[in-house]
């Protein structure tokens, strides 16, 4: 009986302390999601839903903001999510935890909000685009270009 | 300076494109977006050059994405971008064989269109045709009927009628295979395939059949075969060629028909004269046997033998076994010899002679009696004969005692005027001599012995 509980120990602490690395949870491009009348967006080739309302409220002040809107999504090497939108003045960056998008942090990056935002993968980092014009490059850290 | 001057323009350009750039989502969708419109154009190309110049076009569009190949191979996933041109390729081949079969077809159809319009003429002349004979028949038929009942049986009058009827059964007969053709023309090109045709070739049919009046002609051609049959009387030859016509268009009905039937299955008019030709058709056939029947009961008839009229095999049968009764049965009424007579003109003129030579081989080919029936019948002869044959022997032996009698008498009568002619003759020669005496003597001697 000792020996089994030892045994047991010893597993549940080899579990608890493997870490498989490097990973790379990079998206090769942004996808843009158009959000349904619910406020659900859906992505089918990673298979993510999840409902926006929240954010554009956080964004807009307005619950009512999303409609007719699309999102773009991107995930980087670290597996941190980045969210925009058109009108969007910010960058949200969420992390994936127990069936949740949890914010992660929020980046400032155009006083009028911009009209055509965009990612592309850079790895390790993230670039936004204002239509065709560079802006920023971004990981979970911050703005890379301002530094 | 030069160096500066260098040094700038590298920095310059740096930061130019850090300034300038794309979106790599919006590249993806480009490349998408142009490669569905060079699919949608290869399958709408109609001629190889339109195609060659569509291919010429890709392999500038591959040189333009060559630098993205890499995002794109990502971004396509699960394809990648030299499978998307492969596929492309894929789809240009296709298409080429699609127009060179087109190029092949497009040649076939001309002649396909070239053969329609050539039969579309003949299925014109045919029914002129057609109506012509169908005006002529309608005639010869009044004429018939009419003549019929003015019938008066001198030779004259029976050789215009038979000449009547062989008109009228030829006009027929010529407009059935006309008819025929028709129908033979109309299906020629939907032979294996009416029930895989497509509205538009459904459509193209029914205008040959409306053009050609073809269901209505069907419908006449019937009729005018049914009163046609109803109107005559036949010999065996002739109803077994109007038999083997029948069943020449019930062949082509059986096979043309369900056709008929499936290119107007959401017509309920054209259905309905369908189904009528079908009737009609059944109608036909027992008509022909009917006809057959009435022809046997008037050979009875013409022969002055009563017998019951008989419309199939069974009754046909029981006329005949009945009448072969009542002649047995009829002994007291009808003399022994007549009855013998009787007999022998049934069973060897119109059995024999007529019935089982003439009929016989049609009736049994047919199924319209079978060889047992036949036997049933010949035996019952066998009967009637039997019960005749006693008052024939008397009738021969009365024949015989009457010619004996005849011949004796005869030879007597003979002899007597022969002796009375010989006295005569000695009285006469006599007187003027008596130089033949010893002659005369002998003469008479050997008439004696005669």
Redo the contacts between chains.
């Keep these: 009986m000792k020996y089994l509980i030892l045994v047991s120990f010893c597993f549940l602490i080899s579990c608890a302390q493997i870490t498989l690395e490097p990973s790379d949870f990079a998206w090769?491009?942004?996808?843009?999601l158009n959000i349904d009348e619910k406020g659900f967006i859906n992505e089918s080739?990673y298979s993510i839903s999840t409902n926006v309302i929240d954010l554009f409220y956080a964004e807009t002040n307005d619950s009512t903001s999303f409609k007719n809107e699309s999102v773009?999504l991107i995930r980087d090497t670290k597996g941190y999510y980045y969210m925009i939108a058109s009108g969007f003045k910010n960058v949200y960056l969420f992390s994936a935890n127990d069936g949740k998008f949890v914010l992660t942090n929020k980046f400032f990056v155009s006083e009028f909000g911009l009209d055509l935002p965009?990612?592309?993968?850079r790895k390790p980092n993230i670039?936004l685009?204002e239509g065709?014009?560079?802006l920023v490059f971004i990981d979970s850290n911050g703005i890379k270009g301002e530094e | 300076m030069n160096i500066k001057i260098c040094l700038y323009f590298v920095c310059f350009l740096f930061f130019s494109s850090?300034?300038?750039?794309?979106?790599?989502?919006?590249i993806?969708q480009e490349f998408k977006s142009r490669h569905r419109s060079f699919e949608i154009a290869i399958e709408y190309a109609k001629t190889n050059d339109e195609l060659s110049k569509i291919r010429k076009e890709i392999n500038e569009f591959k040189n333009e994405f060559k630098g993205n190949k890499e995002?794109l191979n990502?971004?396509l996933?699960p394809s990648n971008f030299e499978a998307s041109f492969s596929t492309l390729s894929k789809k240009i081949e296709y298409t080429n064989k699609k127009l060179a079969e087109i190029s092949t077809l497009q040649t076939k159809v001309t002649q396909v269109e070239a053969d329609y319009s050539k039969l579309s003429g003949e299925l014109k002349k045919l029914s002129t045709e057609v109506n012509s004979l169908r005006n002529t028949n309608t005639r010869l038929m009044a004429e018939l009927k009419a003549f019929k009942s003015g019938y008066g049986g001198s030779k004259n009058a029976i050789d215009s009628l038979k000449n009547l009827v062989g008109q009228l059964k030829q006009g027929i007969s010529k407009r059935d295979t006309l008819i025929k053709e028709i129908m033979d023309n109309i299906f020629m090109t939907a032979e294996h395939k009416v029930e895989s045709l497509d509205d538009v070739e459904k459509k193209g049919i029914q205008t040959q059949i409306k053009n050609t009046s073809l269901i209505d002609n069907i419908r006449n051609l019937i009729n005018d075969n049914l009163d046609f049959l109803n109107a005559s009387l036949f010999t065996s030859n002739d109803l077994a060629l109007l038999r083997e016509e029948f069943k020449d268009f019930d062949q082509r009905w059986s096979h043309f028909g369900p056709k008929l039937f499936d290119i107007y299955s959401t017509d309920p008019k054209n259905q309905n004269k369908l189904h009528e030709i079908d009737t009609l058709i059944t109608d036909w056939d027992s008509t022909i046997k009917m006809s057959v029947w009435r022809s046997i009961h008037n050979i009875f008839k013409n022969h002055n033998i009563n017998i019951d009229e008989f419309e199939n095999g069974l009754e046909f049968e029981n006329a005949i076994i009945n009448h072969i009764d009542s002649e047995i049965n009829n002994e007291t009424e009808i003399e022994g010899v007549k009855k013998d007579q009787n007999y022998v003109f049934f069973a060897e003129r119109v059995w024999q002679g007529i019935i089982k030579n003439e009929w016989m081989p049609m009736l049994l080919s047919e199924n319209l009696i079978s060889s047992e029936q036949v036997s049933k019948i010949d035996e019952k002869l066998s009967d009637w004969k039997d019960s005749s044959s006693g008052t024939k022997s008397y009738f021969i032996y009365a024949i015989i005692l009457i010619l004996a009698f005849i011949i004796i008498g005869s030879i007597l009568l003979i002899n007597k005027r022969q002796k009375t002619l010989k006295n005569k003759d000695v009285s006469i020669e006599e007187s003027p001599s008596k130089k033949n005496d010893s002659e005369i003597k002998s003469d008479e001697e050997f008439i004696d012995d005669k």
């Design positions: 090769p491009i942004e996808t843009v080739r773009r965009a990612f592309n993968q670039e685009l065709e014009k560079h | 850090l300034l300038i750039a794309q979106s790599d989502y919006r993806t995002l990502r971004a996933y």
